[in-house]
């Protein structure tokens, strides 16, 4: 065992040097998002819809995620359990990038919009939802393999 550590660690020095290391990542991973599909709260159909029910994420990767209110309603998305399983990078809304550690609600009072950009970190299945409006069919998940 001693020897094959001997004999490794040059062997990992000298591909480092000649430039093995560059193999596995370049660049800031974390603004390399994927774009998932709006997440609609309210619709002309219903003051109750979700646009998207489910979204399926993997640890590691970027993304970003629009939610979009269409007004009808106050609404008040939350997904406490996904935010604290989450590298939150930013969130964009009203012209203003927000840098924070953790998100505990979008409160849309009127229409409007906001943008998290993300990495999923630990996985799950994970509830978002507008609070209060859960039993109305405001309830979906994120789920992260």
Known sequence: MHALKTLLFPLLLIGSLIGFDNLHAAGDLT???TTLPELR???EDS???LSQHEYALETGKAYQLK???SGQKEYAFQAPEF???IFLRKVEAGGVEIKAVTLTELEFEDAG???IFFV???PGK???YAKGLEGKGMLGYFVVK
Do not use: V
Request: aromatic share 12%; net charge neutral; hydrophobic share 40%.
């Open 113 to 115: 919009e906001a943008e």
């Open 31 to 33: 603004r390399l998002t």
């Open 126 to 128: 994970f509830r978002f």
């Open 83 to 85: 935010a604290t399983s």
């Open 47 to 49: 003051d109750y819809s």
């Open 41 to 43: 709260l309210g619709s």
């Open 120 to 122: 999923p970190i630990k």
């Open 67 to 69: 939610i979009i209110a």
